[in-house]
């Protein structure tokens, strides 16, 4: 059983559309999070949430939009995409969101916008 | 605010060598310190941690010791092998777990 898991692997779309990425932890955790990975391998937070309440937000564009049905699912919705939202974006999970707790990572979506 | 700052690559080492991947953060407070590694096409794995000063994470033959008078982390192994070519990186956490990585540093092992 896949700890956390991000759906589609894959996605290429044209420059307007809107997507969504779907993220579901079997892990219990009460914390989840996107991250983007760029080009050259930076990663960076995008959200966070905690009991299905959004905690982090950070400076993202509003056409990304976080959803967060229940503790166990985190999925990102974007519209009207762009060339540069071109990235691997990776879900993961922590038990409580403290600092010392290790975060569990999705295989990541590998967006492709043309 | 926080920050991580590594050694950037690529590294190439050939099997066996000594692995050195500098790491120094800035911070505000006590932050944990963490090592993640990806292989190609996978997501992140923890490789170790530690979570105050002077604690030593280890794992795999990689160790890391969280240095606060010098605001280090770095990333040490022996011996490295093939297996071991992925892209390494360096975390301290923030704001409910959140991570503040560095930008990675690839690793190549050759035979």
């Known amino acids: 059983d896949t700890a956390v898991s991000q759906t589609p692997k894959y996605l290429v779309t044209q420059m307007g559309n809107d997507k969504s990425i779907k993220c579901e932890q079997n892990?219990?955790?009460?914390?989840m999070y996107w991250y983007k990975q760029d080009s050259k391998k930076f990663l960076k937070i995008m959200f966070s949430y905690n009991n299905k309440e959004l905690i982090i937000n950070e400076t993202v564009p509003n056409r990304f939009s976080p959803k967060s049905p229940d503790k166990a699912h985190l999925n990102l919705h974007i519209n009207s995409l762009e060339l540069g939202d071109s990235a691997v974006y990776f879900c993961?999970?922590?038990?409580?969101?403290?600092?010392?707790?290790?975060?569990?990572f999705g295989q990541g979506t590998r967006l492709t916008v043309v | 605010g926080n920050s991580v700052t590594q050694m950037e690559g690529p590294v190439t080492l050939s099997e066996e060598a000594f692995l050195t991947i500098n790491c120094t953060y800035t911070a505000t407070g006590y932050p944990s310190l963490f090592w993640y590694v990806q292989y190609p096409g996978e997501g992140l794995q923890l490789l170790l941690k530690a979570t105050k000063a002077d604690d030593k994470g280890s794992n795999k033959g990689f160790e890391a010791t969280y240095r606060k008078e010098t605001t280090s982390f770095h990333l040490e192994k022996g011996s490295v092998q093939v297996s071991d070519s992925a892209v390494y990186f360096c975390a301290l956490s923030g704001i409910v777990g959140a991570l503040n990585f560095g930008k990675g540093t690839s690793l190549l092992v050759t035979p």
């Open positions: 892990l219990g955790h009460d914390t």
């Open positions: 993961a999970s922590s038990q409580d969101g403290s600092r010392d707790t290790e975060a569990f």
